[in-house]
């Protein structure tokens, strides 16, 4: 089993940034797949960003505004947001999956947190 805690999340003007972290701890060896995922009610949970041996995936909405990093010493991913929209207000969920050439998907995830939420004001 794999425990994900995540943290970051708030309340935050449109312009401003903010960072997610995601702790990951128990069998953290099975842990290569990280991402996030995001959610508003009564849509889809849609992937952000991914990273993995092979690279990182980010969805074409926050290409270069969010990035995702990790810190395999402290088995945390980061999810750093810049330039927020009131569009990405939503609650964050941090996941490790299987890997997938668009980075994962929610049908690959094995573990999820119990997410964050990111409010974005106008």
């Known amino acids: 089993q794999v425990q994900l805690v995540e943290s970051g999340g708030g309340l935050v003007q449109a312009g401003g940034s903010l960072r997610l972290s995601c702790a990951a701890s128990?069998?953290?060896?099975?842990?290569?797949?990280m991402g996030w995922f995001r959610q508003v009610p009564g849509k889809e949970r849609d992937l952000v960003a991914a990273?993995?041996?092979?690279?990182?995936y980010y969805a074409d909405s926050v290409k270069g505004r969010f990035t995702i990093s990790r810190d395999n010493e402290k088995n945390t991913v980061y999810l750093q947001m810049n330039s927020l929209k009131p569009e990405d207000t939503a609650v964050y969920y941090c996941?490790?999956?299987?890997?997938?050439?668009?980075?994962?998907?929610?049908?690959?995830?094995?573990?999820w947190g119990i997410g964050t939420l990111v409010t974005v004001s106008s």
């Open positions: 990273i993995s041996w092979s690279g990182n």
């Open positions: 996941a490790v999956g299987v890997p997938t050439p668009q980075g994962m998907t929610k049908e690959g995830v094995l573990y």
């Open positions: 128990g069998r953290t060896v099975s842990v290569t797949n």
